[in-house]
């Protein structure tokens, strides 16, 4: 069917959208599919379900026009076919009833030369309807802001929203106007603190917005970068209404040098912090963090997250060794107006 318009063929996979040929789809690894349709779209398409468990997996052609097998589709449940005239292009949707999650943008290799541009996500996504969709990763700048709003609009299970553009994109934030007061949406997560402020202004209204992950990077006074995006997402922060959580991942080398008045100043503005989780990589950065956490006035529980081993936890893994304890107690002294201090070993932290 695919090869009946000259348009681009539009796959989403497995959480990823991308483009491909009818020749690549001839590739394809799909098994047998029942040749019974169980339902037929307005538009021309097709639609065809087989019992979960059975694998699959999609290809698309490298830079030498050989076939390469890019994505494993663990349980093959439904295929939806639909080809749109009007549009000249073939969107084909894999699973759609379980999608989870779902990147828009620039994905990863070897997937990256057939990632779609924000101008074909514009035209394609309102044409894709995930009911289970829960956690969406934006990863372009060049997408229509309101199309990215009705998305969120149409999809009311969305707890996780991230925004993630390459680092080499040096365009505005983008902004959802009007803003979307989205009533499941728990989490929001940027790769730069510099977008903290138009993320928060496009969702903080809504009501279940509890979470805001981003990279802390306390380096030199000389990255005058870093410190100009922290200051901008704090002085956002500060005037947020409502209780949240910051994760931050601390990013090397963490300076020890003395808060200066704009840091000790930004921190006893955050009133809205209850809850700091911290992904550490090493002992001492997780050490330099405490005069800042020390300075949040509402904060009440702390968490450091680890990698294996950062804490020395013995042979036995017994948690009640020395070295852990001595951070303990020091970071209790230096908190004193937080309830609780946790260490928490988990795999791949920092």
């Not at 339902?39 to 698309?60: D, H, L, M, N």
């Not at 009440?300 to 936890?313: D, I, K, N, S």
Request: charged share 20%; proline share 8%; with cysteine.
């Amino acid at each position: 069917m695919s090869s009946k318009i000259a348009g681009p063929v539009i796959v989403m996979s497995e959480g990823l959208l991308f483009r491909c040929t009818s020749l690549d789809i001839c590739h394809w690894q799909l098994h047998e599919i029942p040749d019974e349709i169980l339902s037929t779209s307005r538009v021309t398409g097709k639609f065809w379900r087989r019992p979960a468990g059975v694998s699959a997996y999609a290809i698309v052609r490298d830079q030498c026009e050989q076939p390469v097998k890019i994505k494993i589709i663990p349980s093959l449940s439904s295929i939806s076919i639909r080809c749109f005239w009007f549009q000249a292009c073939t969107l084909i949707v894999v699973n759609a009833e379980s999608t989870q999650s779902l990147h828009l943008g620039t994905v990863g290799s070897p997937l990256a030369e057939h990632s779609m541009p924000g101008s074909e996500l514009s035209e394609t996504l309102p044409l894709v309807t995930l009911p289970a969709l829960r956690r969406v990763h934006l990863n372009t700048t060049t997408i229509n802001a309101s199309v990215v709003a009705d998305f969120l609009v149409r999809h009311p299970s969305v707890t996780f929203l991230a925004y993630e553009p390459p680092e080499t994109d040096i365009r505005p934030t983008i902004v959802l106007n009007p803003p979307v007061t989205h009533r499941e949406l728990t989490h929001i997560q940027v790769s730069d603190p510099i977008h903290i402020p138009t993320i928060l202004d496009s969702t903080g209204a809504s009501p279940a917005l509890a979470d805001v992950s981003f990279p802390y990077i306390r380096g030199d006074l000389r990255i005058q970068t870093a410190a100009f995006a922290l200051g901008f997402a704090f002085r956002r922060l500060a005037v947020h209404p409502r209780p949240v959580a910051l994760t931050l991942t601390l990013r090397p080398p963490m300076s020890r040098r003395p808060l200066d008045s704009a840091e000790i100043a930004a921190a006893e503005s955050l009133h809205c912090v209850v809850r700091i989780v911290a992904e550490c990589p090493s002992t001492s950065d997780a050490r330099a963090l405490l005069p800042w956490l020390g300075k949040l006035p509402a904060l009440a529980r702390v968490e450091f997250r680890v990698g294996r081993g950062v804490f020395r936890w013995g042979n036995a893994r017994d948690p009640q060794t020395s070295g852990t304890l001595r951070f303990l107690d020091d970071a209790m002294e230096a908190l004193p107006r937080v309830a609780e201090v946790m260490v928490r070993e988990v795999s791949g932290a920092g």
